[in-house]
Each structure stands twice: as structure tokens, then as C-alpha cells.
């Protein structure tokens, strides 16, 4: 080997050992998990109004309890108003949790060994919410730091015993080193009066495409007072909920004259198990529609469960069709004793729309690119990685009749027609206020582009509404190569890249023999 082709070795094998350390350098920083306080991480405060159980449960860390983990008898309540207020302050130290010493200040206040008086403190502006849907009030817009929270107004609540305040900080350690949590959850309790309280409270959790099932439950709990007994009980449902959801008559129960009767009932003795009633202690009124009252058999068992026992019907149906403002909503009446009541709850829905153009233009606007919807980006990654196999793809929503989908149920393609050419409509999405994401995969490109190769993110948002900011999302596609062609008159590609290799070959071969040459005319100097 040369002199100068072992220096050129070694050059490359020091360049190569380099990038190696940069390499691992990079690798070694990303596994690093930043421990410290994010103030850049989104934070959120949920509060979950509830009525006290006969068994109070633990002390709650912050996180979000899990479905059916709460005691039956632990209801939402609706319409109750929390004031937040940031403590900035207390005896005259500042309050700064992006220092040490400010979370020193709280620390006693925090364990609860110092009582915390809102007096001595210097108190923020007050944030309020009122509680809706299921009992969540949900502050979002708070910065880091610690909050003073109060029950400020029941409302038309019958309360006995209000909620205690309480502090919170945000973000909230938790007990895995070096941990913080940025969504925190309250479950602040009151004891409720001497009226029945009727609450109505839908689960859309495994709801996500139209025509999915949604679970609506009407609880009544009746006065933990001495010798109370029911007379009279019903629960009448509005009619606005037949016209968005049908009621899925595969398990509801259904009376000759059309009424629909719950898919379960059951009375629950304060601190009891169910016992199920039966649709032979169910009655209705002779008017059709989801109308139930208690016979005679069904108030002898609510009587018999004694007072402070809670009174539940489930009722399941599935999303027809969404309005407007996204809000499936209904409303429930209920009648105990000749007293009058309402209770709703709502579950929310949108929309979204794809715009498959040319890649750098989105003006050109491309009809036949076809897409399914994926509730997780695992998913979604999975289905793409089909796509590239040419396998077929799985895991995707089905939607139901109005969405818009193929004769599949689960792809979208983009139209080609008009004003709507290059544009796929997905109709009925399970949405949020704070917009609810999922992401879509390109299962098929139009001919003569290249499909998407990687999952597109989509936020939905509640409403029919496609003229707002995050609607509408933009997908390329990049149009196919062409091959190169022989030129004009020429020997063709491959006798031209030969003879360019022979040539290139020749001149180094010439430039190396060349310099042999004079080096070996030059004389040797004289010594």
C-alpha cells in the first residue's frame, strides 16, 4: 500500500471514528428525560364535584380516578361554582415554584402541619367555573404555581354541607422520583339536603365514529332522612335525544305501545349492592316514548332499600347525527313525590375534512386518495407500515350511515367533483372543547402520485363547521418520476455510460503514470 493511500485510510477511519462519538453523544443526551419543572407543559386543574359517600374514600394523589372506581353513592353535581385563585405570598415570602425556596415556603402548608389562612396570603385575581356535565369544572389557563381553591355557590343545589377549600399546586409532584404531574384532578365532596337530587350523566369514552354506542345514566338519590318513603317515581326523556341518537332496541327493553324502558334499573341501599328491578317493576304512561315510572312492586322495593338509597336507570343509544353546535344533549325530568326536577348531559361531536393536493401547491387539489381514521398514532403507524407491505389494513374506525365513508364503512375518498374535488368530509367524530386528535393514513394514492408514507394528525373539534382554523388539513402528494429517455440520435444510455466510465478510468490511469514519470526524470539533488 502507498504512502498516500494509507494517509487517505486513515483520514477516512478517523472521520468515521468521529462521527461514531457525535453519534453516541446525540444518542447518550436524547435518553436523558428532563426531571425539572416544565413551564411549557400544559396544566390543567379538573375538579369532579361529587356527593358524599356513606364511605369516604382515600386522600387523592392527583390523578384521574378510573371509570366505576368511585362508590355508587358518590353522585356529580352539577352547577356548583369554584373559585382559583393563585397564592403569590404567605406572611410576606414570595410563592415561586420555579425556585426552591418557594417550594420551601409551601412545604408546611402542604403536609398541613401549618394551617393555611388565606388572610396572611396574597391572593391572584379569581378564576371561577361552574360545574357541568357530570360534575367537571376544568381550569386550563393557570400558570405554575399554587392555587387556592373555594366553593363559592351551590347554585340550585339542595346542599347541607359544602365542600372544604383547598390548595393545590400545578404542576403536583408525585411519588416517582424526578415526576411531576401537569393534569391534576380534585374530588372535592358535599353532603346533600333534605331533597331527592337527580343527576344525568353520559359515558362516550368507547364512543369514536358516528353511530357508535353511548351510555346515558339518570341516578336519583333520595333523602338519607328517617321514616322518608316514596310514593310516586318517574323518570321522563326528552324527546331532542331520539332525533340525534337511536335508541338501541337490541337491548332496551320495549313495551307493545312503543314505550322504551331502560336496558337496566336498579335501587342501591345506602351503602348496599344493587338489586336490579325487574320490567315487571317498571310502569309507563300511556303516551310512546322513553317514559318509566315505578309500579307498585318497584316502589316496595325502593322502600324496602330505606332512605338515602339511589335510584338508577341506564339508557344506551347510538349517535345518529350531529348538529351544528356538536352537542348531542338530552334532557331528563324526573318526578318524586310530586317534586319536579331536571337533569341533562350532553356528549360532544364534530367533524373533519382532508385536502389531498400536489405536494408544494395546495391549490391543486387531487380526487381519489383514500384514508381511514385511527384512534392512537401506534395505530396509525401499524396501518402505514401495512401500506408499504401491501397488506391490508386493519384497525381503522367504522363509522356508521351519514358520515360519508365508502361502502366499507371505513375509508374516505377524496371527491371528484366541483367545489369539493380533492376534499374527503369525515362526518362524526367524537370531539371535545379542547379538540380531540386522531390520526388518518393515505391507504391508496391517486394515479400518478406517491402516497403519504407516515400517519397525518387531525384535532376535532365540536360542530359541522369546516370554515374554522384546524378544519381543514392539508396532505401532500408527491407526483411520480419519470424515467430518462435515450437522446435524440445518440447511442443509447447504456453505450454512453460505458464509454463515459472507459474515459474517466483512462484519465486517472493517465494522470498516475504521468506523475511516475517525472518523478523519476526529476534528478536526485546532490547530497
Do not use: C
Not at 410 to 430: C, N
Not at 449 to 458: D, M, N
Request: no cysteine.
Amino acid at each position: 500500500m502507498s504512502r498516500t493511500t494509507r494517509r487517505l485510510s486513515a483520514a477516512v477511519a478517523a472521520v468515521a471514528l468521529g462521527a461514531t462519538a457525535l453519534v453516541g453523544v446525540a444518542v447518550s443526551a436524547a435518553s436523558a428525560a428532563p426531571s425539572n419543572i416544565d413551564p411549557n407543559q400544559p396544566r390543567s386543574l379538573t375538579i369532579h364535584k361529587l356527593s358524599q359517600p356513606a364511605t369516604p374514600g382515600v386522600a387523592g394523589d392527583g390523578s384521574e380516578l378510573a371509570p366505576g372506581s368511585l362508590p355508587a353513592d358518590a353522585l356529580p353535581i352539577n352547577g356548583i361554582e369554584f373559585t382559583v385563585q393563585q397564592v403569590t405570598q404567605i406572611g410576606g415570602k414570595p410563592v415561586d415554584l420555579t425556585t426552591d425556596a418557594g417550594w420551601a415556603t409551601i412545604q408546611p402548608y402542604l403536609n398541613g402541619t401549618t394551617p393555611f389562612v388565606p388572610g396572611s396570603a396574597t391572593l391572584g385575581a379569581p378564576v371561577k367555573q361552574v360545574t357541568a356535565n357530570g360534575g367537571l369544572a376544568v381550569f386550563n389557563t393557570l400558570p405554575v404555581g399554587l392555587f387556592y381553591v373555594t366553593e363559592t355557590n351551590t347554585g340550585s343545589n339542595s346542599i347541607k354541607t359544602p365542600a372544604q377549600p383547598f390548595l393545590v399546586t400545578l404542576p403536583m409532584p408525585t411519588t416517582e422520583p424526578g415526576t411531576f404531574r401537569y393534569d391534576v384532578h380534585a374530588y372535592p365532596k358535599n353532603t346533600l339536603g333534605d331533597d331527592p337530587y337527580t343527576v344525568k350523566t353520559v359515558d362516550d369514552a368507547s364512543a369514536h365514529a358516528i353511530g357508535d354506542k353511548v351510555t346515558w345514566r339518570v341516578s336519583t338519590k333520595l333523602p338519607d332522612s328517617a321514616g322518608y318513603q316514596v310514593s310516586t317515581y318517574g323518570v321522563y326523556e326528552m324527546p331532542d335525544l331520539d332525533s340525534l341518537a337511536r335508541w338501541d332496541t337490541n337491548k332496551v327493553w320495549s313495551a307493545d305501545d312503543g314505550t322504551q324502558f331502560p336496558d337496566s334499573a336498579t335501587v342501591t341501599p345506602k351503602g348496599g349492592a344493587p338489586v336490579p328491578l325487574h320490567p315487571e317493576d317498571l310502569a309507563s304512561s300511556s303516551s310512546p316514548g322513553p317514559i318509566t315510572e315505578l309500579s307498585g312492586s318497584g316502589l316496595m322495593k325502593v322502600n324496602t332499600a330505606g332512605p338515602g338509597s339511589i335510584i338508577e336507570f341506564v339508557y344506551e343509544t347510538r349517535v345518529l347525527a350531529i348538529p351544528a353546535n356538536g352537542k348531542v344533549r338530552n334532557e331528563a325530568e324526573f318526578a318524586v313525590n310530586g317534586i319536579n326536577k331536571f337533569a341533562n348531559a350532553e356528549t360532544l361531536w364534530g367533524t373533519a375534512r382532508l385536502n389531498k393536493h400536489v405536494q408544494g401547491d395546495t391549490a391543486k387539489r387531487l380526487a381519489g386518495a383514500k384514508f381511514q381514521v385511527f384512534t392512537t398514532q401506534a395505530a396509525a403507524t401499524a396501518a402505514a407500515a401495512q401500506v408499504t407491505a401491501g397488506q391490508p389494513v386493519t384497525g381503522g374506525l367504522t363509522f356508521g350511515p351519514g358520515a360519508g365513508a365508502d361502502a366499507d364503512n371505513k375509508t374516505f375518498t377524496t371527491k371528484d367533483q366541483g367545489a369539493d374535488h380533492g376534499f374527503a368530509v369525515i362526518g362524526g367524530l367524537k370531539a371535545s372543547a379542547a379538540g380531540t386528535k386522531y390520526w388518518v393514513v393515505e391507504t391508496a394514492a391517486p394515479a400518478g402520485y406517491v402516497a403519504s408514507s407516515t400517519p397525518t394528525e387531525i384535532t376535532v373539534y365540536p360542530g359541522t363547521d369546516l370554515s374554522g382554523a384546524g378544519a381543514t388539513v392539508n396532505i401532500a402528494n408527491a407526483q411520480r418520476t419519470a424515467g430518462a429517455l435515450p437522446v435524440l440520435g445518440g447511442a443509447g444510455m447504456t453505450a454512453i455510460g460505458i464509454g463515459g466510465a472507459i474515459l474517466i478510468a483512462g484519465g486517472i490511469l493517465f494522470a498516475i503514470f504521468g506523475r511516475r514519470k517525472k518523478q523519476q526524470e526529476t534528478p536526485t539533488p546532490a547530497a
